[in-house]
């Protein structure tokens, strides 16, 4: 079996969700559910042996011991992270905590238990990161894209504690010999994405008749991937990655925030008109984000040459899917947005 952490999140329970659709290998998904975990996105899995949930916060060494000794994995793959830019600029602590703490403790559980396996599972063996391509700081309007030997420069406290995170990753490869795989992915959407981030805040807050929020001009760059793309990227790398190499995973999408809204708002125009006007009406321009990037964009090149991973995504597409998701899933998002997931979480664990 592999081990996941934060597979309750939007990538890591799609990646369980991919993972279970096209193989037969079970999960063991670890998991803290803080606000940002939802164990509803997992529920066509309920009663499945092949997926076993564990509520355990990666910065508990006991906890990781046992379920280590226990399920003996054959891999882990690391998503569980504070993953939101805006709330680390509020409360950077609980990133520094888990991104930082968290993946220091998981690689100190993981490298005991992978120093005591016999040699052959020991060789094979391995664990992958999960980055972002913000550890790479910010870039012009003119720069080359970000490749896997440009220079980290963090400029967030969400991408320093990643950045911290990847050099500790790589440390452990390059003192200990543990056989670790490092991916820098762009920015992800599609569905069971939290609604505090652009795409699924524009949509829920669209369809709430509420404002589309803006920060600064809206000609910041992001580099979109359809998060199933991003799924199969770290399934190849999994399997066929070189131990200790870092690989870019990117969309080829490069967009401003100003043109992901607009597309938003001219899709939600064809598939749920307003009764008067366009969705582009509730658009408005707020205070920008302090210290934000810029531009990202990601130079994927070399996963496609070394393992041949390109995205089956095209923005349009892909935003396309995700509209139709977000106008057919309402359930999920009324449970987000009202709490009331997180009520079932704590009657459930109580
Ligand atoms: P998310 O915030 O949606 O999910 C994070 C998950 O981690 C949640 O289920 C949460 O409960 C869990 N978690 C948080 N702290 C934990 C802890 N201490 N112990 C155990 N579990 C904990 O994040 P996401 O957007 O799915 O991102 C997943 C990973 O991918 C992160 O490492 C992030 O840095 C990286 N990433 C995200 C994007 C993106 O666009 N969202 C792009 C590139 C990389
Ligand atoms: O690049 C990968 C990263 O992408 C991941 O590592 C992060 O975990 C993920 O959250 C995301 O970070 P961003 O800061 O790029 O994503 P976010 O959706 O928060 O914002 C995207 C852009 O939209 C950014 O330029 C800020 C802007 N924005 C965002 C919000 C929430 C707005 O203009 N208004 C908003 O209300």
């Given at each position: 079996?592999?081990?996941?952490?934060?597979?309750?999140?939007?990538?890591?329970?799609?990646?369980?969700?991919?993972?279970?659709?096209?193989?037969?290998?079970?999960?063991?998904?670890?998991?803290?559910?803080?606000?940002?975990?939802?164990?509803?996105?997992?529920?066509?899995?309920?009663?499945?042996?092949?997926?076993?949930?564990?509520?355990?916060?990666?910065?508990?060494?006991?906890?990781?011991?046992?379920?280590?000794?226990?399920?003996?994995?054959?891999?882990?793959?690391?998503?569980?992270?504070?993953?939101?830019?805006?709330?680390?600029?509020?409360?950077?602590?609980?990133?520094?905590?888990?991104?930082?703490?968290?993946?220091?403790?998981?690689?100190?559980?993981?490298?005991?238990?992978?120093?005591?396996?016999?040699?052959?599972?020991?060789?094979?063996?391995?664990?992958?990161?999960?980055?972002?391509?913000?550890?790479?700081?910010?870039?012009?309007?003119?720069?080359?894209?970000?490749?896997?030997?440009?220079?980290?420069?963090?400029?967030?406290?969400?991408?320093?504690?990643?950045?911290?995170?990847?050099?500790?990753?790589?440390?452990?490869?390059?003192?200990?010999?543990?056989?670790?795989?490092?991916?820098?992915?762009?920015?992800?959407?599609?569905?069971?994405?939290?609604?505090?981030?652009?795409?699924?805040?524009?949509?829920?807050?669209a369809?709430?008749?509420?404002?589309?929020?803006?920060?600064?001009?809206?000609?910041?760059?992001?580099?979109?991937?359809?998060?199933?793309?991003?799924?199969?990227?770290?399934?190849?790398?999994?399997?066929?990655?070189?131990?200790?190499?870092?690989?870019?995973?990117?969309?080829?999408?490069?967009?401003?925030?100003?043109?992901?809204?607009?597309?938003?708002c001219?899709?939600l125009?064809?598939?749920?008109?307003?009764?008067?006007?366009s969705y582009r009406?509730q658009?408005?321009?707020?205070?920008?984000?302090?210290?934000?990037?810029?531009?990202?964009?990601?130079?994927?090149?070399?996963?496609?040459?070394?393992?041949?991973?390109?995205?089956?995504?095209?923005?349009?597409?892909?935003?396309?899917?995700?509209?139709?998701?977000?106008?057919?899933?309402?359930?999920?998002?009324?449970?987000?947005?009202?709490?009331?997931?997180?009520?079932?979480?704590?009657?459930?664990?109580?």
């Amino acid at each position: 079996m592999i081990l996941v952490t934060g597979g309750a999140g939007f990538i890591g329970a799609n990646f369980v969700l991919d993972w279970l659709s096209v193989c037969n290998e079970p999960v063991l998904n670890v998991d803290k559910l803080t606000y940002a975990g939802n164990l509803a996105t997992l529920k066509s899995l309920q009663g499945s042996e092949k997926h076993i949930f564990a509520r355990v916060d990666i910065c508990d060494r006991a906890a990781l011991d046992s379920l280590l000794a226990e399920h003996k994995p054959r891999a882990v793959v690391h998503f569980a992270a504070e993953s939101h830019v805006d709330r680390s600029i509020d409360g950077p602590a609980d990133f520094v905590q888990t991104n930082v703490v968290g993946t220091f403790t998981l690689l100190e559980a993981v490298r005991a238990y992978w120093g005591a396996l016999p040699v052959a599972e020991k060789s094979a063996f391995r664990m992958l990161a999960v980055s972002t391509d913000e550890v790479f700081g910010s870039l012009g309007p003119q720069d080359p894209q970000f490749s896997e030997t440009t220079p980290y420069a963090p400029n967030s406290p969400y991408s320093a504690t990643k950045a911290a995170s990847d050099h500790l990753v790589r440390a452990y490869h390059h003192t200990y010999g543990l056989p670790t795989l490092t991916t820098n992915c762009s920015n992800n959407y599609g569905p069971y994405h939290f609604p505090e981030k652009l795409i699924p805040l524009m949509i829920t807050n669209a369809l709430a008749g509420k404002t589309l929020p803006i920060y600064g001009d809206g000609q910041n760059v992001r580099d979109w991937l359809y998060v199933t793309d991003h799924c199969s990227a770290i399934r190849q790398v999994l399997e066929r990655g070189t131990p200790g190499e870092t690989y870019n995973v990117g969309g080829w999408n490069e967009k401003t925030n100003l043109e992901v809204v607009h597309t938003l708002c001219d899709l939600l125009d064809e598939l749920k008109p307003k009764a008067e006007g366009s969705y582009r009406d509730q658009m408005t321009f707020i205070k920008d984000r302090p210290g934000h990037d810029r531009r990202y964009a990601i130079d994927a090149r070399k996963l496609e040459r070394e393992l041949g991973w390109r995205p089956a995504e095209t923005f349009e597409t892909g935003l396309k899917k995700t509209v139709q998701w977000y106008l057919d899933n309402q359930p999920w998002v009324n449970d987000v947005t009202s709490g009331e997931y997180r009520k079932w979480v704590g009657q459930h664990y109580a």
